[in-house]
């Protein structure tokens, strides 16, 4: 089945598959930048309307509704004549032709077409893998299969103590199950977090009942009709009747890979988000950048910025990975990291404060006078400004002994002020 318009086109077709944040975020930069440029057709492998997948964490506790998370209902898609065609993925591109063909056997041309098809999780391969109660926590689907399992059992089990394990962690253990979560390093977010954050980390969440079992490695899923628990590489085993695996995501590149585009970890772009063919772009966590590949939201929502200006006209529009940041979502837990956590060689300092008993903790890294990264636990009202002057390379000397207290302590330096660039809102 061919797709076509009836009459003639006077637009330009721009077709994004993807319906996910990077990929709807582009769509309404188009359409703020170049409002009547292009005809718009968006394709989402699931069978939803655009969701905040930030917020699916929310839904598994029961904090939100699925319906909450919803971010470009059917009415926003109407209100901009924007087509969406969802539950439809797209499994072939023919660049030579110009089009795509979905798994229902829909074919459209394009002009334009932007890849946002987002990541994959990764699956520990050991042996039951496959058995009913084995999931991922990647979309809508996973969190509906887990509050399913919470209503229908008791235990749980969750590989992975990075950020997303901990939150599925969490969740579940707000749905009522017990939940132990497998770790195969002894620091939590190991990639955010250094030991005396992971620590601390560690300590809150055992205290709201959550077990840990870290240096620890999975061998195999146990059970026969469905998963029963796992079994570790020292024999231990731990009964289950939801086992999460929360590894870690890659690049979801297939359809790119079949089509031809250059790839290595991701799909390669350029600072203009464009790939090897001058009419395909790509941007989100199916993107690898100068080497880089991305999983948080500050560097897909810069992503998404820049190929609108680009798809809108801007030829000079290039982009910079701004610092990245990360935050837990776990209620009364109060977690964030930002640019390097370590010293990256004995030029850079380190200073720290510690609290251990009021659960306070605070890192920042310094190259000379310059803010490189910082690590926040307990209190974290001032990530947003050490977020800012990492960014700005904002030179701290006036006021350096007093930034490992804040951006109040360092705006009350008695003859030197922070200037304005990193004082503002």
């Not at 637009?11 to 170049?34: D, H, K, T, Y």
């Not at 109060?334 to 010293?343: E, L, Q, Y």
Request: aromatic content about 4%; charged content about 25%; hydrophobic content about 45%.
């Amino acid at each position: 089945m061919s797709w076509r318009v009836p009459g003639r086109r006077t637009r330009e077709r721009l077709v994004v598959i993807g319906n996910g944040p990077a990929g709807m975020r582009a769509v309404e930069e188009v359409l703020a930048r170049a409002p009547d440029r292009y005809d718009i057709t968006i394709f989402g492998a699931e069978p939803r309307h655009a969701y905040n997948r930030i917020l699916l964490s929310a839904v598994l506790s029961g904090e939100r509704s699925a319906s909450d998370i919803v971010t470009h209902p059917q009415s926003w898609h109407e209100e901009r004549g924007v087509a969406l065609i969802a539950g439809d993925p797209v499994v072939a591109l023919d660049r030579a032709a110009r089009t795509i063909t979905t798994a229902s056997g829909l074919v459209m041309s394009y002009d334009k077409l932007l890849l946002a098809t987002g990541s994959k999780p990764v699956m520990l391969a050991v042996p039951g893998l496959t058995l009913p109660g084995v999931t991922a926590f990647r979309d809508m689907d996973d969190v509906e299969r887990k509050i399913a399992a919470a209503e229908n059992g008791d235990r749980a089990v969750v590989i992975g103590g990075g950020l997303l394990g901990l939150e599925a962690a969490w969740g579940l253990k707000q749905r009522g199950m017990r939940v132990t979560v497998i770790h195969r390093t002894s620091v939590l977010m190991e990639r955010q977090l250094d030991a005396t954050a992971a620590a601390l980390l560690q300590r809150d969440l055992a205290a709201r009942g959550i077990d840990f079992v870290t240096n620890a490695q999975t061998e195999e899923i146990i059970g026969s009709d469905k998963a029963e628990g796992i079994r570790l590489a020292d024999g231990g085993k731990i009964a289950a009747d939801l086992v999460v695996m929360a590894i870690g995501t890659r690049p979801n590149i297939d359809l790119a890979l079949a089509a031809g585009l250059d790839i290595n970890r991701g799909i390669l772009v350029g600072d203009d988000l464009g790939t090897s063919d001058p009419l395909i772009y790509a941007v989100g966590e199916c993107v690898e950048h100068n080497g880089r590949i991305f999983g948080l939201v500050a560097p897909l929502w810069e992503q998404a910025k820049i190929c609108a200006a680009r798809l809108a006209g801007d030829c000079r529009a290039a982009y910079q990975p701004p610092p990245l940041y990360t935050s837990l979502k776990i209620t009364g837990i109060d977690v964030f990291s930002a640019g390097s956590i370590a010293a990256a060689d004995d030029a850079d300092d380190l200073v720290t404060l510690s609290d251990t008993a009021l659960g306070v903790y605070r890192k920042l890294v310094l190259r000379g006078d310059v803010l490189v990264g910082c690590v926040l636990y307990g209190d974290v009202r001032d990530g947003p400004w050490y977020v800012e002057l990492i960014q700005n390379k904002i030179n701290t000397a006036p006021w350096r002994e007093h930034l490992i207290f804040g951006r109040s302590a360092a705006e009350m330096v008695a003859d030197a002020s922070p200037p304005a660039a990193a004082v503002a809102a």
